[in-house]
């Protein structure tokens, strides 16, 4: 299985970017798909997830300004990520969970200037 993100870039605060994920391979039972980010100095955290049946689940710190979603049909999954603050700078990774296994992409950057 391999994931290709896309959409990183630099943006000011305040600003918008929508990344996406592109899953390509031996697919045949996703369950969960997720966004995951790593800050400079900082552990990797969850952003969001999105089951297989369709729930959608939020790090706190991104409510209500980052949307999450997936077409199955496609093994694609996006990002949209509004009012963009400093500390949001990272680079993000698109998680893909099948079965045992869990899959990485190689992540995009996103740096939000102030």
């Known amino acids: 299985v391999q994931l290709v993100e896309s959409g990183g870039g630099l943006v000011t605060t305040g600003g918008s970017l929508t990344l996406s994920c592109a899953a390509s391979g031996r697919i045949f039972s996703i369950t969960d798909m997720a966004w995951y980010r790593e800050a400079p100095g900082k552990q990797r955290e969850l952003v969001a997830k999105?089951?297989?049946?369709?729930?959608?689940t939020y790090a706190d710190s991104v409510k209500g300004r980052f949307f999450a979603s997936r077409e199955n049909g496609k093994n694609t999954m996006s990002l949209q990520m509004n009012s963009l603050k400093p500390e949001d700078t990272a680079v993000y990774y698109c998680?893909?969970?099948?079965?045992?296994?869990?899959?990485w992409g190689q992540g995009t950057r996103v740096t939000v200037s102030s």
């Open positions: 998680n893909l969970v099948q079965g045992e296994f869990h899959f």
């Open positions: 999105i089951t297989n049946r369709g729930r959608i």
